[in-house]
């Protein structure tokens, strides 16, 4: 239950205590901006039954998991980058609705994961190199 939260400027690097390096529940109201998250041990952020949370201008590099994992959330993620991640560049599950904007996803097993009755808008958004496009798949 924590609401207006401003992270910026921030560089974290393999982290190896626990799975992930940013973790956001019950939320509302956060903004990441130039995060460069890199080597995840797992999910470099796992973002879970939030609301209104702004992922911008950030770098998300080689994680071992997911980029960024939502469960349960509305977002924006403008003007970032996911290169690498070694399942999904983004999964947007369990019912979140997710706008991507001005993102570029490169190199990724799966670049985006659509699932559990969740919405995902994206605009303006390159899509390189990634092992598969998009997947969507519901569970009913």
Do not use: R, W
Not at 42 to 50: M, N, T
């Amino acid at each position: 239950n924590t609401n207006n939260i401003k992270l910026e400027n921030i560089e974290l690097s393999n982290n190896s205590l626990f799975d992930d390096m940013i973790h956001l529940v019950y939320c509302k109201d956060v903004v990441l901006n130039n995060l460069k998250l890199n080597y995840a041990l797992h999910d470099a952020i796992d973002v879970d039954i939030s609301n209104n949370i702004t992922i911008k201008n950030s770098q998300f590099i080689a994680p071992n998991n997911d980029a960024i994992d939502f469960m349960e959330s509305t977002a924006l993620v403008e003007f970032s980058s996911i290169i690498g991640a070694k399942d999904k560049g983004i999964s947007v599950g369990e019912n979140s609705n997710i706008l991507i904007y001005k993102s570029l996803l490169q190199n990724n097993n799966l670049a985006i994961a659509v699932k559990d009755k969740s919405i995902v808008e994206i605009i303006e958004t390159k899509f390189k190199n990634n092992n598969i496009f998009l997947f969507n798949f519901f569970i009913i």
